[in-house]
């Protein structure tokens, strides 16, 4: 692109010069004739014997010699225009790249930044939508409205140890869904049976397994349960209640762990069993057994959570007055330490199954404490854990 210009520039440069050239010639000539004629007027005048035939050439000679002088001078300063004119043009032009670089970069530049502020949009908009899908499933199990196309098993039983027991002598049984009505409950109500794991006979009360289903509830949603059973769930104190208060019955609790590794633990405490609302749901526990340690009991009398009422953030029992000291933290409310979540707290204890994650942290996992269970003298990193009961023989019942 810049050769042609430059021979274009070239030839103009020559045009305008042979103009002025011949311009110059001319003017010369005219010139040269006017001088010549007043030559041979004053030499008519003069003498005869004066010698003027050698003025006239002279004159001429010193035209062409200017004539040329001026056309170099004219050429060279023409180039240098011409020249300087080309470096000016190379300049504008560079400056004007950069000019529009700069001016596509800022604009990608916000592009980005507008798309990143779109795509922040749309993460606030779908956590938006999660929390209100999970607000109604919440309202669907409270209402007892089935949710999915399928229907649970319909085998009535007091709990699923009971069911277990009338239904397993004729045929086996799977794990589900099964609806039950404990003594002295006033409707019946689903609750998930482990048909599977150890002997059978299992309901499930409380299970974590991805840290989508979010534990930082008030007391309402912990007193009637929340959750999908299959998955992750809290059936519900008052729930749970029927279920260990009925006659002549006495309940294991098992607490099955799974650390991020995949190894498994567990804790069980016989003669499981929790008060009414008006104790707010004091837990009572027996005998322990497992590999997981005594996490409920601790090590120390203030680790104790046993004996303790329920706790969440808007009904406070966790025995913080007017504050208690928790790895080195001073905080009125256990709940509010572990991020909002309801428990059997006793300042605040070794133990909590329902821990969530912080709100500044990013992580899905659920935090999951059960302290007592260590390696390399450092607690277990829980991945996920399950509470179940299960009627066991007791020889003061016949």
């Given at each position: 692109?810049?050769?042609?210009?430059?021979?274009?520039?070239?030839?103009?440069?020559?045009?305008?010069?042979?103009?002025?050239?011949?311009?110059?010639?001319?003017?010369?000539?005219?010139?040269?004739?006017?001088?010549?004629?007043?030559?041979?007027n004053k030499s008519g005048m003069a003498r005869a014997d004066y010698q003027?035939?050698?003025?006239?050439?002279?004159?001429?000679?010193?035209?062409?010699?200017?004539?040329?002088?001026?056309?170099?001078?004219?050429?060279?300063?023409?180039?240098?225009?011409?020249?300087?004119?080309?470096?000016?043009?190379?300049?504008?032009?560079?400056?004007?790249?950069?000019?529009?670089?700069?001016?596509?970069?800022?604009?990608?530049?916000?592009?980005?930044d507008e798309h990143q502020k779109s795509l922040e949009f749309l993460s606030?908009?779908?956590?938006?939508?999660?929390?209100?899908?999970?607000?109604?499933?919440?309202?669907?199990?409270?209402?007892?409205?089935?949710?999915?196309?399928?229907?649970?098993?319909?085998?009535?039983?007091?709990?699923?140890?009971?069911?277990?027991?009338?239904?397993?002598?004729?045929?086996?049984?799977?794990?589900?869904?099964?609806?039950?009505?404990?003594?002295?409950?006033?409707?019946?109500?689903?609750?998930?049976?482990?048909?599977?794991?150890?002997?059978?006979?299992?309901?499930?009360?409380?299970?974590?397994?991805?840290?989508?289903?979010?534990?930082?509830?008030?007391?309402?949603?912990?007193?009637?349960?929340?959750?999908?059973?299959?998955?992750?769930?809290?059936?519900?104190?008052?729930?749970?209640?029927?279920?260990?208060?009925?006659?002549?019955?006495?309940?294991?609790?098992?607490?099955?762990?799974?650390?991020?590794?995949?190894?498994?633990?567990?804790?069980?405490?016989?003669?499981?069993?929790?008060?009414?609302?008006?104790?707010?749901?004091?837990?009572?526990?027996?005998?322990?057994?497992?590999?997981?340690?005594?996490?409920?009991?601790?090590?120390?009398?203030?680790?104790?959570?046993?004996?303790?009422?329920?706790?969440?953030?808007?009904?406070?029992?966790?025995?913080?007055?007017?504050?208690?000291?928790?790895?080195?933290?001073?905080?009125?409310?256990?709940?509010?330490?572990?991020?909002?979540?309801?428990?059997?707290?006793?300042?605040?204890?070794?133990?909590?199954?329902?821990?969530?994650?912080?709100?500044?942290?990013?992580?899905?996992?659920?935090?999951?404490?059960?302290?007592?269970?260590?390696?390399?003298?450092?607690?277990?990193?829980?991945?996920?854990?399950?509470?179940?009961?299960?009627?066991?023989?007791?020889?003061?019942?016949?």
């Open positions: 692109m810049r050769k042609p210009l430059a021979r274009n520039m070239e030839r103009l440069c020559f045009t305008v010069l042979l103009v002025s050239v011949l311009h110059e010639i001319q003017t010369s000539s005219i010139n040269s004739v006017d001088k010549s004629s007043s030559t041979v003027g035939s050698n003025i006239k050439p002279k004159l001429v000679y010193s035209s062409k010699e200017n004539t040329s002088k001026k056309c170099v001078v004219s050429c060279e300063t023409s180039a240098n225009v011409l020249k300087q004119e080309k470096h000016t043009m190379c300049r504008n032009l560079q400056n004007s790249l950069v000019s529009y670089t700069r001016s596509t970069r800022k604009l990608i530049r916000n592009m980005m606030n908009q779908v956590r938006e939508l999660m929390n209100k899908v999970q607000q109604l499933s919440t309202e669907v199990l409270r209402n007892n409205i089935e949710p999915f196309p399928h229907k649970p098993v319909q085998s009535h039983g007091r709990d699923c140890s009971d069911i277990k027991d009338t239904v397993d002598s004729f045929s086996k049984i799977p794990s589900g869904i099964y609806i039950i009505q404990p003594d002295g409950a006033d409707y019946p109500f689903e609750v998930f049976c482990e048909m599977d794991y150890m002997d059978g006979g299992w309901t499930v009360i409380q299970k974590r397994t991805d840290g989508l289903i979010d534990f930082k509830r008030v007391w309402s949603d912990y007193m009637d349960g929340f959750g999908h059973l299959p998955g992750e769930h809290w059936l519900g104190l008052r729930k749970i209640f029927h279920i260990v208060n009925q006659k002549n019955t006495n309940f294991l609790l098992h607490v099955a762990l799974v650390s991020q590794d995949d190894t498994s633990s567990y804790a069980s405490y016989d003669n499981f069993w929790i008060e009414d609302e008006t104790r707010f749901f004091k837990i009572h526990l027996g005998r322990y057994a497992g590999s997981a340690g005594d996490a409920f009991r601790g090590y120390r009398l203030e680790d104790n959570q046993n004996s303790m009422p329920f706790s969440t953030s808007d009904i406070d029992n966790d025995g913080c007055s007017p504050f208690c000291t928790f790895d080195g933290q001073a905080t009125e409310s256990c709940s509010t330490l572990n991020n909002l979540t309801g428990w059997w707290f006793n300042q605040c204890g070794m133990a909590n199954l329902n821990g969530g994650p912080m709100d500044v942290d990013l992580s899905t996992q659920p935090h999951i404490h059960w302290d007592t269970w260590t390696q390399n003298g450092l607690a277990v990193n829980i991945k996920s854990v399950a509470m179940k009961i299960k009627r066991i023989h007791n020889p003061f019942f016949n």
